[in-house]
């Protein structure tokens, strides 16, 4: 009987040096893969829940926005289905924030409230006054507000190593 209570207790003994030395091992603050599962899956809920009670209302800039929110919206769902790591669902979460920034996008350009602040996507904020460049014979405009001439709106992000603003 002693050495049966001897044997449990190493082998309790060893199980709680193991999951304390795995504690140890992890970076203060690091966010398990069920917290990121969790966050991942409130983004994309409540994209899915923002753009079914949003429409164009005939506004292409909006239209073209609420295009680019669903499409984020379709990918993120795809990436929580294959996500099996802390990573992976960072990488839905992202993409569901990019969607939720064109969503924004959409009702400032139908004039409604932008609806809550979302985090940073690392981006910095679009300061340049309505411009224009012209790039291999094409003139595009870029202006921090939507209108005829930028229908199109980027939420901001890394292109080529460096960061670019969101806009229209």
């Known amino acids: 009987m002693g050495v049966v209570l001897v044997a449990v207790s190493l082998i309790v003994g060893a199980v709680a040096a193991v999951a304390y030395q795995r504690r140890l091992s992890q970076p203060y603050g690091a966010v398990s893969d069920l917290d990121a599962e969790a966050e991942a899956h409130r983004w994309v809920e409540r994209l899915g829940g923002s753009l079914s009670t949003l429409d164009a209302r005939g506004n292409a800039a909006a239209a073209q926005a609420l295009t680019d929110a669903a499409e984020r919206h379709r990918a993120a769902q ?14 839905a979460s992202q993409t569901a924030l990019e969607g939720l920034h064109y969503l924004r996008a959409a009702r400032t350009s139908l004039g409604l409230d932008p609806g809550p602040a979302l985090p940073d996507l690392g981006t910095g904020a679009f300061t340049a006054r309505d411009g224009r460049v012209t790039i291999d014979g094409r003139t595009y405009a870029a202006s921090p507000r939507p209108g005829d001439a930028t ?12 960061q670019m603003p969101g806009g229209w």
């Open 78 to 91: 795809g990436q929580l289905v294959t996500a099996r790591s802390g990573a992976q669902y960072a990488m």
């Open 151 to 162: 229908p199109y709106y980027y939420p901001g992000g890394v292109v080529g190593g460096r």
